[in-house]
C-alpha cells in the first residue's frame, strides 16, 4: 500500500512537471513562476489539485491566454468548474470559447433581444450563452441580439414554449440556423 501511494504521489507530480513544461514551451521558455505558484497554491487552497489547476493553465494557453490573463481567470473557473461539478479543463475551454462576448458587447445585444427573452421566460443566463453562442460564430453584438429577437419572435407565433424554442434554436431545427445567417 505504501508503494502504491508513494507511486501515484511521483506519477502526480511529474504530470504537475509536464504540464508545466508544456506551458513554458508555449511560452517561449518565457518564465512561468507565477503560475507554477499559483497551480500549487490553489492545489493546495481548493477541491482541485494542483496537477488539474496546472492541466487547466495548458488547455488556456493553447487557447492563447497570456500568462496575467490565466492568473486572471483561473479562479473564476475553479468556482465555475465546482459549481457545475466538471472538470477542470473542459470547463476552462468552455468559457473562453464562450466569452467572446464582453460585458459591453452584451449589454448591446440585451438591447435588441433581452426584454423579449424576458417576456417569453428565457433566462439571463439562457439567452446570454445563446449570443455567446452566436458571437463564437461571428455575429457581431447588434447583429446577433436582432437575429435572436427575430427568431423568437417566430417562435411566438408558432407556438413553441421557451424550453422548445431554446432546444430549437441550439439544433437548428425549422430552418432557424439558416435564419441567423440572414
Not at 501515484?8 to 507554477?36: D, M, P, W, Y
Not at 424576458?118 to 455567446?132: F, N, P, R, W
Not at 447583429?143 to 424554442?165: D, H, M, N, P
Amino acid at each position: 500500500p505504501l508503494v502504491l501511494i508513494g507511486r501515484a504521489a511521483i506519477k502526480t507530480a511529474a504530470s504537475f512537471e509536464f504540464a508545466q513544461k508544456k506551458i513554458e514551451a508555449l511560452r517561449g521558455g518565457a518564465s512561468i513562476k507565477e503560475l507554477t505558484k499559483s497551480a500549487r497554491d490553489l492545489g493546495a487552497s481548493t477541491i482541485f489539485t494542483a496537477e488539474q489547476v496546472s492541466q487547466l493553465q495548458l488547455s488556456l494557453a493553447k487557447l492563447g491566454k497570456s500568462n496575467k490573463e490565466i492568473q486572471a481567470i483561473q479562479g473564476t473557473v475553479l468556482r465555475f468548474a465546482q459549481a457545475m461539478d466538471q472538470d477542470l479543463a473542459p470547463a476552462g475551454e468552455f468559457l473562453v470559447k464562450t466569452t467572446a462576448l464582453d460585458a459591453g458587447k452584451l449589454a448591446a445585444a440585451l438591447n435588441y433581444v433581452g426584454s423579449e427573452a424576458a417576456v417569453y421566460g428565457i433566462s439571463l443566463g439562457e439567452t446570454s450563452a445563446i449570443l455567446g453562442l452566436l458571437a463564437d460564430r461571428g455575429f457581431d453584438a447588434s447583429r446577433g441580439g436582432t437575429a435572436l429577437r427575430r427568431i423568437l419572435g417566430q417562435l411566438a407565433k408558432e407556438g413553441y414554449s421557451a424550453s422548445e424554442a431554446i432546444e430549437a434554436l441550439l439544433n437548428g431545427t425549422n430552418g432557424y440556423s439558416d435564419a441567423l445567417a440572414k
